[in-house]
Every structure is written in C-alpha cells, then in structure tokens.
T-cell receptor, first 113, second 114 residues
Framework: DQQVKQNSPSLSVQEGRISILNCDYTNSMFDYFLWYKKYPAEGPTFLISISSIKDKNEDGRFTVFLNKSAKHLSLHIVPSQPGDSAVYFCAAPQKGAGNMLTFGGGTRLMVKP | DSGVTQTPKHLITATGQRVTLRCSPRSGDLSVYWYQQSLDQGLQFLIQYYNGEERAKGNILERFSAQQFPDLHSELNLSSLELGDSALYFC?????????????FGNGTRLTVT
C-alpha cells in the first residue's frame, strides 16, 4: 500500500518558468510533510517542510502547498533554474513509529536552459 | 555536505556472501536510519536506532541486521546475499528520535551482488 504517491515520474520545464511537483497521500494520520531533492551519486537533501496546521510554507524560490481535504501537496519552484534539475521526493513521518519517513517514488525534474 | 559519512561507497560481492555497511552520523545526532533504494524504486525504510536502541523497524529482511554503537556510529549487516539485494543503501541521521525532525542523508553505499 503506497501511502505517499508521486504520479508523475518526470517533468520538463524551461528555465525561468514555474515547476510544479505533485504528491498525494492516503494516510489521514499524516500531519507533517517534507520534500527532499536528490542529485545523482548523492543522498537526498532536505528542502522544505510543512505542518498540517498550515496550508502554505515558503522558502525563497520554493513554496509547498498543502490541501488536506484532497490529501494533496505540491512543491512550486519559481523561477526554475538548471541547477534545480534533480529527483524530488515527498515524504511523511509515520505516526507513532519513531521518525520513520514514508517516501513517494520521486519525480525527476529537468530544467532546460 | 550533510555531515553523514557512509563507507564504503561501492561494494561488489557474490551471492551468499556477507557484507557490512558503516555509517557515522552528523555530530550531535542521536538517531540513525537505514534506507534501501532499489532500481526504479523509492526509498524503503529499513530500521531506526536512537542512542543505541532500536526505535522503529520497517520491512527489513531477517538476513539483515543493524546496530548502533556507543559512539553512535551504525553498521548494517547483510548476509546470505541474493541478486535482489543489489541496491543503494542510505544512512541518515537526525538530532532526536522524535517525529518531524528532518533526516540528513549520507551519499549511500552502492551494493552490487553478482
């Protein structure tokens, strides 16, 4: 049972435009979400998070939106830069399971110059 | 640089063998996590240790075991290796064992079983 899903395996965007990466979840107990970025040959790097008490969190060019009723979150990158080309994972901690993160399958973002 | 160190970077071994992957967490972090990323799959949680004690367990095979030592470094032992165990193994650490603290990942160990 995939509790966190990223239905788009890849996304291609022109430099300077907006990138929107989507994530859906099924477990209504999730109340905190994280986005990680991963470059080839490196480990995932924490990018931004959001608590379920908020519907938006912004950090520079990165904004995460949370729609609890739809069990959907999205990561917006504006403006997109070639250095943003990476695989992006959304994740959520399982309640009562330490800090065990459940990850989506990832979306590969390609930003074209 | 996340501050999490994993060794070795690459490991090639034969079926039936046993290997040990090592992880040093960020300075000050008490929790260590192990994740597996197989080809074309997402990150699968294996196990979490907090200050030497097992805190949470995922879909870790019985052939796999882990421990966290008093100096907080951790080792993941994989035995009776099968071709399907070929994957990237990531270690991560966090300050505490509580929920909602971001994990910081190492660069992984790529295991190839031939």
């Amino acid at each position: 049972d995939q509790q966190v899903k990223q239905n788009s395996p890849s996304l291609s965007v022109q430099e300077g435009r907006i990138s929107i990466l989507n994530c859906d979840y099924t477990n209504s107990m999730f109340d905190y979400f994280l986005w990680y970025k991963k470059y080839p040959a490196e480990g995932p790097t924490f990018l931004i998070s959001i608590s379920s008490i908020k519907d938006k969190n912004e950090d520079g060019r990165f904004t995460v939106f949370l729609n609890k009723s739809a069990k959907h979150l999205s990561l917006h990158i504006v403006p997109s830069q070639p250095g943003d080309s990476a695989v992006y994972f959304c994740a959520a901690p399982q309640k009562g399971a330490g800090n065990m993160l459940t990850f989506g399958g990832g979306t590969r973002l390609m930003v074209k110059p | 640089d996340s501050g999490v160190t994993q060794t070795p970077k690459h490991l090639i071994t034969a079926t039936g063998q046993r290997v040990t992957l090592r992880c040093s967490p960020r300075s000050g972090d008490l929790s260590v996590y192990w994740y597996q990323q197989s080809l074309d799959q997402g990150l699968q949680f294996l196990i979490q240790y907090y200050n030497g004690e097992e805190r949470a367990k995922g879909n870790i095979l019985e052939r796999f075991s882990a421990q966290q030592f008093p100096d907080l470094h951790s080792e993941l032992n994989l035995s009776s290796l099968e071709l399907g165990d070929s994957a990237l193994y990531f270690c991560a650490s966090s300050v505490g064992g509580m929920e909602n603290s971001p994990l910081h990942f190492g660069n992984g160990t790529r295991l190839t079983v031939t």
